[in-house]
């Protein structure tokens, strides 16, 4: 029998894994000693990450990267598996069970989104009381590579209009390497 995290001995992602990556969400009972795997997306993509203020807590929204060379990366062509990744940042909505997709150009594939909230002060324990800020009131950052400059573009997203135009690109003079992490600490 394999491991509690293993299928058939070939892990649930990374290269070693058996098919494309896909989004799992794990919730674990330190009580029971019981960890509980959900597919939550079976579309190939990487680098799940949440508003950090809501690290190892309830949480509704989750930000992943969708992208070819990813999927390239971990073995199969693009035809073979009949999935058709594409290149975009995912905004999944936990709680409904729904996804926003925001579609990127052919060729410019995005690493690990960032959420960054509105409020540059909100970061730890989310916030409490009546005024409270939305779970994704703030900002979703990515280094997506941009074909067309041979270089790498920082895209700043509306966490709230996640398929609007973004609010800002950094234009950067150099390529980042795909699959390159970040996080966003805030200044002060």
């Given at each position: 029998m394999?491991a509690?995290?293993e299928?058939?001995g070939?892990?649930?992602?990374?290269?070693?894994?058996?098919?494309?990556p896909?989004?799992?969400?794990?919730?674990i009972?330190?009580?029971?000693?019981?960890?509980?795997t959900?597919?939550?997306?079976?579309?190939?993509?990487?680098?799940p990450?949440?508003?950090?203020?809501?690290?190892?807590?309830r949480?509704?929204?989750g930000?992943t990267?969708a992208?070819?060379?990813l999927f390239?990366?971990y073995?199969?062509?693009?035809g073979?598996t009949?999935v058709?990744?594409?290149?975009?940042?995912v905004?999944h909505?936990?709680?409904?069970?729904t996804?926003?997709v925001?579609?990127l150009p052919?060729?410019a594939?995005?690493?690990?989104?960032?959420?960054?909230p509105?409020?540059?002060?909100?970061v730890?324990?989310?916030?409490?009381?009546?005024?409270?800020?939305?779970?994704d009131?703030g900002?979703?950052?990515?280094?997506?590579?941009?074909?067309?400059?041979?270089?790498?573009?920082?895209?700043?997203?509306?966490?709230?209009?996640?398929?609007?135009?973004?609010?800002?690109r950094?234009?950067?003079?150099?390529?980042?390497?795909?699959?390159f992490?970040?996080s966003w600490?805030?200044?002060?």
């Open positions: 394999p509690p995290f299928v058939a070939r892990g649930l992602g990374g290269p070693a894994a058996a098919g494309p896909s989004l799992h969400r794990w919730t009972d330190p009580v029971r000693g019981v960890v509980r959900e597919l939550v997306d079976d579309r190939p993509q990487e680098f990450r949440v508003n950090e203020a809501y690290t190892g807590r949480h509704r929204y930000y990267a992208s070819v060379e390239r990366a073995g199969p062509s693009v073979e009949g058709r990744p594409g290149n975009a940042l905004k909505d936990l709680l409904r069970g996804t926003q925001h579609r052919r060729g594939d995005a690493s690990e989104p960032v959420f960054v509105a409020d540059r002060g909100a730890g324990a989310p916030p409490s009381g009546p005024a409270r800020p939305a779970e009131d900002y979703v950052l990515a280094y997506v590579n941009n074909p067309e400059r041979n270089a790498t573009d920082l895209v700043v997203l509306a966490a709230r209009d996640f398929t609007g135009k973004p609010v800002a950094v234009h950067l003079p150099v390529m980042v390497p795909l699959g992490h970040g600490v805030p200044n002060g």
